[in-house]
């Protein structure tokens, strides 16, 4: 079994301010790890994967994620915030890669707003 | 390169009447594919998925089915709207664990 927890459904930054959506998740077994983002009326874009490499990883649009075991999380960051990145941004948990029909799991998302 | 078609983008439709969402999929084949739904506010609740023609998997009960008529074709119906069945409906495929998704469906059910 496996399952996202995607800490505040709204959150809101000045332009320019640390970007910070924060996700634990729990798995029985080693996790792969999605951030999507979705924007309004759109369909949803994938921003970065974990998939047992690096812990850190680098996704597009300046944001990066850091895998940390030892305290289940995957949340996402970006150094300075820009006003198209007003979104919704959705946490993922897949028990890994595998081509079949298991699928993932997504939190609830976390609305981001950025004020000029 | 593999693009998914989703369509029509929006849809209002009465209590009661019928619904077909179609999803197709190019550039693939024997892709495993989803339909997911997103009510307001809410995040994403899998409906149904599929790994080849005719294998349909159904998460929830509810007043939806699907059909895989074809190996790049993915459709949701119902055959009476219920009210509840509002929200975004994206369909979805899978590859290497990666989800792709459709540019989704607003279906708003009066």
């Known amino acids: 079994a496996q399952s996202v927890t995607q800490l505040g459904s709204h959150v809101s930054v000045s332009e320019g301010a640390l970007v910070l959506l924060r996700c634990n998740y729990s798995?029985?077994?080693?996790?792969?790890l999605f951030w999507y983002v979705q924007y309004p009326n759109q369909g949803l874009q994938l921003l970065l994967k974990?998939?047992?490499?690096?812990?850190l990883v680098k996704g597009i649009n300046g944001f990066e994620a850091e895998f940390k075991k030892s305290e289940t999380s995957f949340h996402l960051t970006k150094p300075s915030a820009h006003m198209s990145d007003a979104a919704e941004y959705f946490c993922?948990?897949?028990?890994?890669?595998?081509?079949?029909?298991?699928?993932?799991?997504f939190g609830s998302g976390t609305q981001l707003t950025v004020l000029p | 390169s593999q693009t998914i078609h989703q369509w029509p983008a929006t849809l209002v439709q009465p209590v009661g009447s019928p619904l077909s969402l179609e999803c197709t999929v190019e550039?693939?084949?024997?892709?495993?594919l989803y339909w997911y739904r997103q009510a307001a506010g809410r995040g994403l609740q899998l409906l149904f998925y599929?790994?080849?023609?005719?294998?349909i998997s159904s998460e929830v009960p509810q007043n939806l089915s699907a059909s895989r008529p074809q190996d790049r074709q993915f459709i949701l119906s119902s055959k009476k709207l219920l009210l509840s069945d509002s929200g975004f409906y994206l369909c979805?495929?899978?590859?290497?664990?990666?989800?792709?998704f459709g540019s989704g469906t607003q279906l708003s059910v009066l």
């Open positions: 974990y998939t047992s490499a690096a812990t």
């Open positions: 599929s790994v080849g023609i005719g294998q």
């Open positions: 993922a948990v897949s028990a890994g890669a595998s081509g079949s029909a298991r699928q993932l799991t």
């Open positions: 798995s029985s077994v080693p996790p792969y």
């Open positions: 979805a495929w899978r590859i290497s664990g990666e989800l792709f």
């Open positions: 550039g693939t084949s024997n892709p495993n």
